[in-house]
């Protein structure tokens, strides 16, 4: 089975903090994503990188950074974490499906918390 | 127009019941769709692909309707553990990046 994995489950920073989320899969794919899922929002497409080194900015980049130096893992940084900035964040990696489309598979997802 | 949407509910449905539900997507060449479920304080997992013929998996059945774009999904004999919320996914074309629905929350009640 795939196994996507997050560095925290929950994680309470302070304000001005530099906040670092890491995600690390198992199965070799190429292709990773952080999302932020907010009541009401949805999920929102913060990054994804479909190689080391390579990343691209999704629909909500502004106040977060990515670090890919190796296939596995995907590294999110809040570099100054603000209050609204506090909500759960999931990490996703892709296997083409059979029907051409990516099939997702999720990380178990880190609340983080800015005070 | 939002890229993809869908009625967040709640859904409350009695043991048993058929329910479905429905999601618009708002750009006509999106190439790819499926049904994700997610539990309360877990991650989303595929629930299942749509495919243009329509596809069927045990009590679920999803269609696609190109024409009016939109998907659906419906649930027969709704059992306590369909109690989650089904978020629609659509794949705009865009290089594996997909788009998610705000989820339907379905509550199946005894």
């Known amino acids: 089975d795939v196994k996507v994995t997050q560095s925290s489950r929950y994680l309470v920073k302070r304000t001005g903090e530099k906040v670092f989320l890491e995600c690390v899969q198992d199965?070799?794919?190429?292709?990773m994503f952080w999302y932020r899922q907010d009541p009401g929002l949805g999920l929102r497409l913060i990054y994804f990188?479909?190689?080391?080194?390579?990343?691209e900015k999704g629909d909500i980049p502004e106040g977060y950074s990515v670090s890919r130096e190796k296939k596995e893992r995907f590294s999110l940084i809040l570099e100054s974490a603000s209050t609204n900035q506090t909500s759960m964040y999931l990490c996703?990696?892709?296997?083409?499906?059979?029907?051409?489309?990516?099939?997702?598979?999720f990380g178990p997802g880190t609340r983080l918390t800015v005070l | 127009r939002k890229e993809v949407e869908q009625d967040p509910g709640p859904f409350n449905v009695p043991e048993g019941a058929t329910v479905a539900f429905n999601c618009t997507y708002s750009?006509?060449?999106?190439?790819?769709f499926f049904w994700y479920r997610q539990d309360c304080r877990k991650e989303p997992k595929l629930l299942m692909s749509?495919?243009?013929s329509g596809n069927e998996d045990g009590r679920f059945t999803a269609q696609l309707n190109r024409a009016s774009q939109y998907i659906s999904l419906l649930i027969r004999d709704s059992k306590l553990s369909d109690s989650a919320t089904y978020l629609c996914?659509?794949?705009?074309?865009?290089?594996?990046?997909?788009?998610f629905g705000i989820g339907t929350k379905l509550q199946v009640i005894p």
């Open positions: 996703a990696s892709t296997l083409l499906g059979t029907s051409g489309g990516p099939e997702q598979f």
């Open positions: 199965m070799d794919h190429e292709n």
């Open positions: 990188s479909y190689d080391v080194k390579m990343k």
């Open positions: 750009n006509s060449a999106s190439q790819s």
């Open positions: 749509v495919y243009s």
């Open positions: 996914v659509v794949n705009p074309g865009g290089y594996q990046k997909v788009t």
